[in-house]
């Protein structure tokens, strides 16, 4: 073929504009993935977060059970010494006495639970607020982070279109056999179709080639293949 070096010439560079096409759609392709998992991973945070409020509810719960507890006992200790002006006997007024006494050891009891609750609604309330403080930091982080990723998104795809167009431009001058095949191996081999050979080796399986390949490019008679993983070989000028 009379031009075809000028094809090889426009076949490197169409490989340049695919090369680059395929690591822009990769990297399009991981930028909604990446915001996902993001937000994915704060609903996880959130729910963390609700759990602890519920902790922190149940905790406000059980002081009210033990608060209403301690009001109940503290009434019958009244009760109690109320009646002590009543008894008749000294069997009845020990009697009395040691209900009381027994009521108050109860209470004390009680309200060490009750201090021991509000401990713990301390605690649950500092964790609260440093829980809510390191998430509103990093939601804030997430939403510059996630504007710069969405503006990417959009200098990738302008520079998409830029590319394509580029690309439809230079498909057109190519022989259109030369082109099918090209397009056949890129499909079929990873994104590279056009490659060179560096110390005697193809550049897209990295098998050392015979002497006479070398040879067969350079007449320019017709495209070469690697044997190997049949990709276009070309030499660099
Ligand atoms: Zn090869």
Redesign the pocket.
Known sequence: MENLKEQIKMLVELQGIDTRIFKLDDDLAVIPETIKNKEAEFKAKDAGLKKLEDELKALQVKRKEKEGELAAKEGNIKKFQQQLNLVKTNKEYSALQEEIGRAKADNSIIEEDILKIFDEVDAENKRIAQEKEFLKSEEAKFAEEKKKLLGEEERIKAELQGIKAQRETLAAKIDKNILKKYDRIIKSKDGLAV?TIANEA?Q????ILPPQVTNEIKMNKDLVF?D????ILYIEE
Do not use: P
């Open positions: 490659v193809c897209g399986c990295f098998r690697c190997n993983c049949a990709r």
